[in-house]
Structures are given as structure tokens and as C-alpha cells.
């Protein structure tokens, strides 16, 4: 069974990667019997949704427009944090 700690880390990365099996079913399983990991997962839905929504906005916008230079730039400082 997983604590709250892998619960949390495997539903951050589900947004980002499809999740084997097994991690689908432990996770599920952690959501089962922890109402803070379902609200937690809730919030990080509805945050990825209006964040989508804003991105999407921005995109759609002339006047916010970055170079292809300055995004790849913004990009590589990005990962060197993660």
C-alpha cells in the first residue's frame, strides 16, 4: 500500500506520463481510503485544466509573443530545476 508521499508523486507524474498498471492500481487503491489524496488530486486537476486555459489564451494573444530563441531559452532554464 502507498503512503501519501508516493501517492502524491505518482499522481504529479500521471499528468505527465502514462502510469503502469501496477502504479494505476496502488494509487487507486491509496485513493480508496485517503480523502486528502482525492482532494489533492482534484486541485492539481483543476489547476492543469486552468492552466491549459490560460496557456491557450496567451497562444491565441498577439500581443504576448515570445522568439523561438527566447522560448528555447526560458526551456533550458526550466530544466536545469527540474
Known amino acids: ?3 501519501c508521499k508516493q501517492t502524491s508523486l ?4 500521471s499528468l505527465d506520463r502514462s502510469l ?4 494505476r492500481l496502488a494509487v487507486r487503491g491509496h485513493l480508496l481510503i485517503c480523502v486528502y489524496c482525492r482532494r489533492f488530486t482534484q486541485q492539481l486537476k ?5 492552466m491549459q486555459g490560460w496557456q491557450q489564451q ?5 500581443d ?4 523561438l530563441a527566447a522560448r ?6 526550466l530544466d536545469k530545476f527540474y
Not at 20 to 23: A, P, Q
Not at 46 to 50: T, V
Not at 58 to 62: G, P
Request: glycine share 0%.
Open 46 to 50: 483543476l489547476i492543469r485544466r486552468y
Open 20 to 23: 503502469t498498471w501496477r502504479e
Open 1 to 3: 500500500m502507498l503512503n
Open 10 to 13: 505518482l499522481v504529479s507524474q
Open 58 to 62: 496567451v497562444t491565441e494573444s498577439s
Open 72 to 77: 528555447e531559452r526560458i526551456a533550458q532554464q
Open 64 to 67: 504576448i509573443a515570445l522568439s
